[in-house]
C-alpha cells in the first residue's frame, strides 16, 4: 500500500474517529425521515438525477445477488430492482433510523430487500458472495483501508463494484468554491427541516471530511493499489462528485 494513502488515513483518522463512533449515527437518526427530501433540496434536484445516472451505470443481470453497501434509505437498491426485479438485493447500514425509512419504501414499491444493520468495516458475509456491490454518499465517513478490502473480499471474482461519493475537487479554485456553496447548503438546509442540534454540531465536519478526502484520480489509485482492476472513473461536476467502477480479478 503505498504510504501517501497510508498517510491520509491515518489523518482522516486521527480527525474524525470521534465523530465516527459517536455522531453520525445520532445526525442520520435525526435526518432519516427527509434524507432524501433535504439532499433534493440542497441540491437543486442534482441528486436524483446523479442517482439515475449511477444506476444506469450499473450492469446487473437476472437472478445476480448484488449487495448495496451504506444504503441508507435503499434509493439505489430500489432503482436497481426497478432496472431487473429478478437480483437477489442486500442491503448494510449501521443506522436503523435510516433502513427503517429505506425498507418501508422498498415494500411500497413492492420490493424485497434483505437488510442487515452492522459495522460496513466488517460484512457478515462469506468469500465471494456477489456479482455487484454498490455504495454511494458515504466513503468520506469511512475507514477506507478497511471497508475497501471486505468488498473485495464479499465480492465475486469478476464482480464489479461500483462507487459514488462527493469528492475533493483536483482544482483549488473549483475547491474553494465548492467549500463555499457547501457551507452556504447545510446552513440552509439544516434551517429548512429544523435540524437538531447534533446534526447542527456536525456542519463544519461535513466540509472537513471532504477536504480530507480522495481526488477522483486518486482513488482509482486506491482502488488499484487494493487489488481491483479495469478502475474506471467518471468524474462529474468539475471533479466534486466521480463515479467508479471496478472489477475483482
Not at 444506469?56 to 453497501?69: A, E, F, H, T
Not at 483549488?172 to 447542527?200: G, H, M, P
Amino acid at each position: 500500500m503505498n504510504t501517501t494513502t497510508i498517510t491520509k488515513e491515518n489523518a482522516r483518522a486521527e480527525a474524525f474517529a470521534a465523530i465516527w463512533s459517536n455522531d453520525i449515527d445520532p445526525v442520520f437518526t435525526d435526518v432519516a425521515k427527509y434524507y432524501d427530501c433535504a439532499n433534493d433540496f440542497a441540491s437543486l434536484g442534482l441528486i436524483s438525477i446523479m442517482r439515475r445516472r449511477f444506476v444506469s451505470m450499473i450492469d446487473v443481470r437476472p437472478n445476480y445477488k448484488c449487495l448495496d453497501v451504506c444504503a441508507g434509505t435503499n434509493a439505489i437498491g430500489i432503482g436497481l430492482l426497478k432496472k431487473e426485479p429478478t437480483l437477489e438485493l442486500h442491503a448494510v447500514d449501521r443506522s436503523v433510523a435510516m433502513q427503517e425509512v429505506g425498507m418501508e419504501r422498498a415494500r411500497s414499491n413492492g420490493f424485497e430487500i434483505r437488510s442487515y444493520i452492522t459495522d460496513v468495516h466488517k460484512l457478515p458475509f462469506p468469500d465471494n458472495h456477489f456479482d455487484v456491490i454498490t455504495i454511494q454518499w458515504a466513503t468520506r465517513h469511512l475507514r477506507v483501508l478497511e471497508v475497501f478490502p471486505e468488498i473485495l473480499r464479499v465480492l465475486k471474482p469478476g464482480g464489479h463494484f461500483y462507487h459514488c461519493d462527493m469528492l475533493r475537487p483536483a482544482n483549488r479554485i473549483v475547491e474553494q468554491l465548492y467549500y463555499l456553496y457547501l457551507k452556504a447548503c447545510l446552513n440552509i438546509t439544516s434551517l429548512a427541516f429544523r435540524s437538531d442540534q447534533t446534526a447542527l454540531n456536525c456542519r463544519n465536519y461535513f466540509i472537513q471530511a471532504i477536504r480530507l478526502f480522495y481526488s477522483a484520480d486518486e482513488l482509482s489509485r486506491v482502488l488499484e493499489e487494493l487489488g481491483f482492476t479495469d478502475v474506471i472513473s467518471k468524474p462529474i461536476l468539475c471533479g466534486m462528485v466521480a463515479f467508479h467502477k471496478a472489477r475483482k480479478p
